[in-house]
């Protein structure tokens, strides 16, 4: 099974970060490999980075395709291009967010939601009316570290502690999902933080939920519906 990782923003310098986190929540025998984009932005934290990353990643998924790729992850929590990508690749493709929510809402009652900027939040309301669930969804929180401030895992694991906690002990949240693929390696310590608090409640990373989904759908078999997802027609573009 080959997988194909794409981090949609420019430049190389998370590449080794994402392909050491994506292999170690992987099956054996899956094959992972991570591309970047040759335009776009560094982060995507509001619609205009991702309307402006969107024909980077459409490229890297036009290439997966070509290649023959399994299934494609566009490792963002905001599912930038996902739905487009979906149109023109005959393999499944998610984001960050539906794979992770959804896995969330199997385990709790009420998900919530610890992301990193205010800027997100609109965002993130709109996808959970995009797929429906807006109303499973009880706590929207930040961080208040951009994504390119995520580095100091300390400080993160600080701040996700702390606004977890307070929203499983107001009642608005059974579940807890990182809402940042960036926040790399952290949703366990995370978990046991809350439980040490008294919190007995699951903590989902967004990243292995679209990773073991994705494996998950290529054994079973299934690729985007072509009843949802129609090819584009064919007419001249200029991207």
Known sequence: MRIRVILPVIGDALIDHVRTEVTGWAA?????????????????ESEYDEALAGPGILQRVEEAAADGVDGVFITCFGDPGVHAA?????APVVGGFEPAMLTALSL???????T????????????????????????????DLPVLGLEDR???????AEQASDAVARGEADVIVLGCTGMLGVAAELRDRLAAAGHAVPVVDPTGAAVTWLESSVRLGVTPSRTTYMPPPAKARSV
């Open 108 to 114: 709790g009652e009420t998900v919530g939601i610890v």
């Open 28 to 44: 054996a025998g899956t094959e992972v490999d991570v591309v970047s984009l040759e335009r776009g932005t560094a982060s995507i």
């Open 154 to 160: 300390e400080v993160l694991l600080d701040r996700l």
């Open 116 to 143: 990193v900027l205010p800027n997100v939040l609109p965002m993130l309301r709109s996808l959970g009316r995009r797929y429906g669930i807006e109303g499973r969804i009880g706590a929207l929180r930040v961080v």
């Open 86 to 90: 979906r149109e023109i690749i005959d």
